[in-house]
């Protein structure tokens, strides 16, 4: 069966299930009684103030320890100040929150044996990865989505759940050029050019980086690679063409819809066959910002730039953020996300709902993330301005935002999203393996 026809099927399956899929995070294999209760306390919660949440919290928790389980250490800073938060309302509250951060992407196993146990410890999570997220635990009702009413209040929004994850922040990785070498840059494709060899974390070290690439084949973005092709002048572009030309097949066998897909795969197939493979981001940083880095390029977290220490052979004035050059074309990174769920089997339900709510619509719970550039709140009511935050002698640090990033005419940043990298990461995550590292 070719590629395309089974990923058909699979589609008119998926559809068939979310026809009959109830908001909270997607429709499980087997709707069973804890996942059915656990939706109905959302679906009261959601109806809720914060302040009414809090009090919920209160009454479930107050001598109790909640644990709460995250991909970001942070969760950590931002759980005391909820304490905080409710020992305001009660001064006799006793509760406390004790926050774990599993390593190497095994929050999922951790999450899985924890669920499917006799006896249950997490009840709220912090989670990154909207590929897995999707088909490993909202496609099988294991964490469910629960919605804020003070986030909704705060964004306008008053459509139904339609399923997706809450997302508490926005995490964005930039393309960055030390500007000793004196090169400009104003086109993507001129990170895939002949030669080039950006620092970047090998994409099976951090899937984040793998959905990235996924991303780029759905038709939006698609159309965005194209377009920086088309911008490029002639010369430069026949250096491409032919990847270009070869990957139109590809993109049929691999069951891509859009039809400017053979763009999003040609600068794909350049760019795992000549990145510069780097176990993390934080090295990538210190050495780009070198002056023995002169002409090198990175794509990394943008927040890593404010841990450089300044010295002679070392500063953020050696840096230049490719999206804020004049004339850049393409796209300037992609975001990836931070995403707050609760499983099925919460034994503090309200309590977890309440600290996801505190995160997601304060500046208190979302400070220990907000002081940074480069990361920002799903709710734009509590993000911090940092677009002086480099001043002139550091303009590489003047975040210009999240509208500007995620703007077609600003950062354009490739976003994920977890139904369309669930959707082609089995097939085009092969191809992808099976072409890392080969010359196009």
């Keep these: 069966m070719k590629r395309r026809a089974f990923l058909g099927a699979v589609a008119g399956v998926a559809s068939a299930l979310t026809l009959s899929a109830c908001s909270g995070g997607g429709k499980p294999a087997a709707d069973d009684s804890a996942a059915a209760a656990m939706k109905k306390l959302i679906t009261q919660a959601q109806g809720m103030s914060n302040d009414e949440l809090f009090k919920k919290a209160i009454e479930e928790s107050k001598s109790k320890t909640m644990y709460g389980i995250g991909n970001s250490s942070r969760g950590a800073g931002a759980a005391t100040e909820f304490i905080k938060a409710l020992k305001k309302i009660d001064p006799s509250y006793a509760g406390k929150i004790e926050w774990s951060q599993p390593k190497n992407n095994s929050i999922f196993t951790t999450l899985d044996a924890d669920i499917n146990s006799s006896t249950h410890t997490y009840s709220m ?134 039809e400017d897909a053979k763009y999003s795969l040609a600068w794909i197939r350049r760019w795992i066959g000549q990145y510069n493979k780097k176990t993390d981001d934080g090295p990538i940083c210190q050495e780009l910002v070198t002056k023995s880095a002169d002409g090198e390029t990175g794509l990394l977290v943008y927040s890593k730039l404010r841990s450089i220490e300044e010295s002679a052979s070392s500063s953020v004035k050696n840096i230049d953020i490719a999206a804020y050059q004049d004339g850049y074309t393409g796209f300037g990174g992609y975001g990836y996300k931070h995403y707050l769920m609760i499983p099925k089997t919460s034994p503090l339900p309200w309590t977890g709902m309440a600290f996801n709510a505190f995160m997601a619509t304060t500046k208190e719970g979302f400070d220990a993330w907000g002081k940074d550039i480069g990361g920002w709140s799903s709710n734009p009511t509590i993000n911090q301005d940092h677009t002086k935050e480099g001043g002139t002698k550091f303009p590489a640090l003047n975040d210009k935002g999240h509208d500007w990033w995620v703007s077609g005419d600003g950062g354009a940043l490739v976003l994920e999203d977890p139904k369309y990298s669930s959707k082609v990461a089995a097939d085009l995550g092969d191809w992808i393996d099976s072409n890392i590292g080969k010359k196009a």
């Design 125 to 258: 999570t912090l989670i990154q990865d909207g590929n897995q997220i999707q088909s490993k635990m909202i496609n099988t009702g294991k964490l469910l989505n629960f919605i804020p009413k003070d986030w909704k209040d705060a964004n306008g929004v008053s459509v139904k759940d339609d399923g997706t994850p809450l997302s508490l922040q926005t995490i964005s990785k930039v393309f960055m050029i030390n500007n000793l070498g004196g090169k400009k840059y104003t086109n993507v494709w001129q990170f895939v050019a002949d030669g080039e060899k950006p620092l970047f974390m090998d994409v099976n070290s951090e899937p984040v980086g793998k959905n990235f690439l996924y991303m780029l084949t759905e038709d939006s973005y698609a159309k965005k690679v194209k377009a920086a092709f088309e911008a490029l002048p002639s010369a430069d572009q026949s250096q491409f063409k032919s990847t270009i030309d070869a990957m139109a097949d590809e993109a049929e066998s691999l069951g891509l819809e859009s």
